[in-house]
C-alpha cells in the first residue's frame, strides 16, 4: 500500500488484490492465506526473472496466470526469496503493471 496509486480489494472468495491506478487498474499482486502452509503471494515479473524464479524452491509459476502465458510466480514461502526481497520484486510488479496502463492513465497519474 506503501507504493503510488495503490488500491486493495478481496476478490474471487477471499483473495487479496492490489491494483494500481485504483480499484479498476492492473493488478500487480495477490495475496491469501493457505492455512497451516502460511501466505502465498502472486506478484508480475520479467520474463527473465520469471525463467530464473520459476524452479526454485518456495517459488513456482502462478497457478492459473502462467498456465495462460503470462509471466506471474507465486511465493509459497521464503527458502528463495526473503521479505526483503519480495519487496523488491513487489516494487517491481508495481512498476510493470503502471506501464501497462494506458498512456492516458500514466499520464494522469504522474507514471510519464
Same mark, same amino acid.
Given at each position: 500500500? =506503501?507504493?503510488?496509486? !495503490? =488500491?486493495?480489494v478481496v476478490?474471487? +472468495?477471499? !483473495?487479496?488484490v492490489?491494483k !494500481?491506478g +485504483?480499484?479498476? #487498474?492492473?493488478?500487480?499482486a $495477490? +495475496?491469501?492465506? /493457505?492455512? &497451516?502452509? #502460511? ?5 508480475? !515479473?520479467? &520474463? @527473465?526473472?520469471? %525463467?530464473? @524464479? *520459476?524452479?526454485?524452491p #518456495?517459488?513456482?509459476? =502462478?497457478?492459473?496466470? =502462467?498456465?495462460?502465458g503470462m509471466?506471474?510466480?507465486?511465493? @509459497?514461502? %521464503? ?5 526483503? +526481497?519480495l *519487496?523488491?520484486?513487489?516494487?517491481e510488479? /508495481?512498476?510493470l503493471c503502471? @506501464?501497462? $496502463?494506458? *498512456?492516458?492513465?500514466?499520464? *494522469? $497519474?504522474?507514471?510519464?
Amino acid at each position: 500500500m =506503501a507504493l503510488p496509486h !495503490v =488500491a486493495h480489494v478481496v476478490q474471487w +472468495g477471499g !483473495v487479496n488484490v492490489w491494483k !494500481v491506478g +485504483g480499484s479498476t #487498474g492492473k493488478m500487480f499482486a $495477490l +495475496g491469501f492465506d /493457505h492455512g &497451516p502452509e #502460511g501466505l502465498f503471494i502472486t506478484f508480475k !515479473v520479467s &520474463p @527473465m526473472s520469471y %525463467d530464473l @524464479m *520459476k524452479e526454485q524452491p #518456495g517459488l513456482r509459476p =502462478a497457478p492459473y496466470l =502462467a498456465s495462460r502465458g503470462m509471466s506471474w510466480i507465486q511465493r @509459497m514461502s %521464503d527458502v528463495s526469496l526473503d521479505d526483503h +526481497g519480495l *519487496k523488491a520484486y513487489l516494487k517491481e510488479s /508495481h512498476r510493470l503493471c503502471a @506501464m501497462s $496502463l494506458s *498512456k492516458t492513465a500514466q499520464k *494522469k $497519474l504522474g507514471f510519464i
